[in-house]
């Protein structure tokens, strides 16, 4: 006889991670992948996790490590006015490595992990495990589909130690998406084509652009001629980013039809 409480209440629906929990924002301001102002976790950190703090590192949207180190002042830094163009070079990561050894292995672990600590913890307190079964299991995924993530890669020590430098700022592509050229609509168009092979999913795509906040007038009529994002992706495979592309071409097109009725 089936028992009155699982009667009552049902079989618990299991909880599957997409890619929009990789995300944290709204609907209203887009998404930006969860982590973006704090130090990304490793799949090893699953078996070592560690206590860190963050505090404001003096630019808007970056936090900076500091461990054991309570009311540690934000440091002072002059940074740089740069095109984001300019700089693209210096977000490639050579050295990010995937690896795609013993994934059978590694992916039991982590689930026997699972299945004993969802006993007594909620999916929320398991978000680390369940992001890193969300990885390996899209790693061996990627070794029976054919697709092709070519791009150059980055990591977000690298995007935040690029807007600590220079004038720059990392967004949403909801709120910056008309930065976006023609050139970049089709490597997002490519990269979700891919990124859906392995996932079913759709990507969270990022923007480095100026942090520019000037505000009189003819700055302002300046700034929407700068048309010169860095554009960013997710990956699936793990916590590191692919780099779609840079441009300093103005949208034109749009500008005109939308904004000044031509």
């Known amino acids: 006889m089936q028992n009155y409480f699982k009667r009552l209440f049902g079989k618990k629906k299991k909880f599957v991670y997409t890619t929009r929990d990789l995300a944290r924002g709204s609907d209203n301001n887009g998404e930006l992948v969860r982590g973006t102002t704090q130090h990304f976790f490793t799949i090893g950190d699953i078996a070592s996790p560690t206590t860190r703090l963050y505090v404001p590192s003096g630019i808007p949207g970056i936090s900076v490590e500091a461990e054991n180190v309570?009311?540690?002042?934000s440091p002072k830094?002059?940074?740089v006015a740069v095109k984001p163009i300019?700089?693209?070079n210096e977000i490639k990561k050579e050295d990010i490595e995937v690896d795609f050894k013993n994934l059978d292995e590694k992916i039991k672990v982590v689930e026997e992990r699972l299945e004993v600590l969802a006993e007594h913890l909620s999916e929320e307190h398991l978000k680390d495990e369940y992001r890193a079964l969300f990885y390996l299991k899209n790693r061996k995924k990627y070794i029976k589909t054919k697709c092709n993530f070519d791009w150059a890669m980055t990591n977000q020590?690298?995007?935040?130690d690029l807007c600590k430098r220079y004038k720059l700022k990392i967004s949403a592509l909801k709120q910056y998406y008309t930065l976006v050229p023609k050139e970049?609509?089709?490597?997002?168009?490519r990269y979700t084509k891919e990124y859906k092979k392995i996932t079913n999913d759709l990507p969270i795509f990022q923007l480095i652009i100026k942090d520019d906040n000037t505000q009189s007038d003819e700055?302002?009529?300046q700034r929407k001629k700068n048309r010169d994002p860095i554009l960013v992706a997710n990956s699936p495979f793990g916590n590191f980013f692919f780099v779609?592309?840079?441009?300093?071409?103005?949208?034109?097109?749009?500008?005109?039809?939308?904004?000044?009725?031509?």
């Open 184 to 189: 970049g609509i089709a490597e997002i168009k």
């Open 219 to 221: 700055d302002k009529q």
């Open 77 to 79: 830094i002059e940074r």
């Open 157 to 160: 020590d690298a995007m935040n």
């Open 244 to 262: 779609l592309g840079a441009w300093d071409d103005e949208v034109e097109v749009v500008d005109e039809i939308i904004y000044y009725g031509k």
């Open 70 to 73: 309570p009311n540690l002042p």
């Open 86 to 88: 300019e700089v693209f």
